[in-house]
C-alpha cells in the first residue's frame, strides 16, 4: 500500500529582487515538494505587479507576517533586515535559507537560536562553487584558504569600505587592489558583494583566518572567484566567473543556487555533501 504524499513544502520570500523574482517563477513553474506561499517586500504594490504573471498568486505581506504562512523563508534582503526575517523562522522550529551570509558573523545568536529551537540555517553554495570540497577537507585539518575576488567596476562602487576610506574606483584605467584581509572585515566593508567569502569561511576553517582579496578590474564583465586549499586531505584551487543578474552586485548563478537546494531538501537522489 502506497504512503500519502507528504504536504508540499510551504516556501515563503523575503525580498523580490532579482534573486527573489527569479526564485518566485521558478516556484511557481514547480519545484517538487516546494510550494510558494507568500512574499514579503518594501514596496508590496511593486511587487504584486510582479507576481500577477503567476499561476499561483500569493500574498504580498509584511516580513513580520512571513512565518505563519512559512515552513521555510528564503532571504533575499538588505542585510540590515537578516535578524527580523531568520529569528521568527529559526525560534518557531523552522527553516531559512540565507543569502546575506556576511550578516550572520554580527548575529551569531541567530544560530544559537536555531540549535536550542530544533531551526535550521541554510547558507546554499551561491555564486561560489567547491563548498563540498571545503567541508568535506574540514573534517580533516585545512593548513590554509585563500580567495582572490575580482570584479566590474560598477559591481562595487558604492561599498561603504570605499566611502570610509576615500578610495575612488570610477575612473580607474588598470586592475586595482581595493582589500586585503579576511572575510569578517569584509562583510562589514562590503555587506552586498562578499557573501561568497563568509560562506567560504564558514565552510573551512573559519572568518578570522580565511585570507582575502578584492581586486577592482575595469576591463571585467563578470564577477570572478579564484579559491585556492591547502589541507592534508587535498590541495585544490578553483576559479568561477559569474554572469552578473540586472543587480550588478549578484551572479545569475546565485538565484539557480537557490533552486538546486530547494530541489534537494525532498529529492530521491541527492547528489554532493
Not at 561560489?128 to 577537507?137: I, M, Q, R, T, Y
Request: aromatic share 2%; charged share 20%.
Amino acid at each position: 500500500m502506497s504512503q500519502p504524499r507528504p504536504r508540499p513544502l510551504r516556501v515563503a520570500i523575503a525580498g523580490l529582487g532579482a534573486v527573489g523574482q527569479r526564485l518566485a517563477e521558478a516556484l511557481d513553474a514547480g519545484i517538487p515538494g516546494c510550494e510558494l506561499s507568500a512574499v514579503a517586500a518594501r514596496d508590496k504594490a511593486k511587487a504584486a505587479r510582479t507576481l500577477s504573471t503567476l499561476r499561483h498568486p500569493v500574498p504580498v505581506v509584511d516580513i513580520a507576517e512571513l512565518p505563519p504562512l512559512a515552513d521555510l523563508v528564503v532571504e533575499c534582503a538588505p542585510a540590515a533586515l537578516l535578524p527580523q526575517i531568520v529569528g521568527p523562522f529559526v525560534e518557531a522550529g523552522k527553516k531559512a535559507v540565507v543569502l546575506s551570509a556576511g550578516a550572520l558573523l554580527s548575529h551569531e545568536g541567530l544560530v544559537e537560536a536555531a540549535r536550542r529551537h530544533g531551526g535550521q540555517i541554510i547558507v546554499p553554495t551561491g555564486a561560489l562553487l567547491g563548498l563540498d570540497a571545503v567541508s568535506a577537507a574540514a573534517e580533516g585539518e585545512i593548513h590554509a584558504v585563500r580567495m582572490i575576488t575580482r570584479k566590474p567596476v560598477r559591481g562595487l562602487v558604492g561599498a561603504p569600505y570605499l566611502e570610509e576610506h576615500g578610495i575612488r574606483i570610477e575612473d580607474i584605467r588598470e586592475p586595482l587592489r581595493i582589500f586585503q584581509g579576511t572575510p569578517r572585515e569584509a562583510a562589514i566593508g562590503f555587506p552586498a558583494n562578499l557573501n561568497v567569502a563568509v560562506a567560504l569561511s564558514l565552510a573551512g576553517i573559519g572568518p578570522d583566518r580565511t585570507s582575502l582579496e578584492i581586486w577592482a578590474d575595469p576591463a571585467l564583465t563578470r564577477n570572478t572567484h579564484r579559491i585556492e586549499v591547502e589541507a592534508d586531505s587535498a590541495s585544490f584551487s578553483m576559479t568561477i566567473e559569474n554572469i552578473p543578474s540586472e543587480n550588478p552586485k549578484t551572479g545569475k548563478i546565485t538565484a539557480l543556487s537557490v533552486i538546486a537546494c530547494l530541489r534537494k531538501l525532498g529529492a530521491p537522489l541527492r547528489v554532493g555533501t
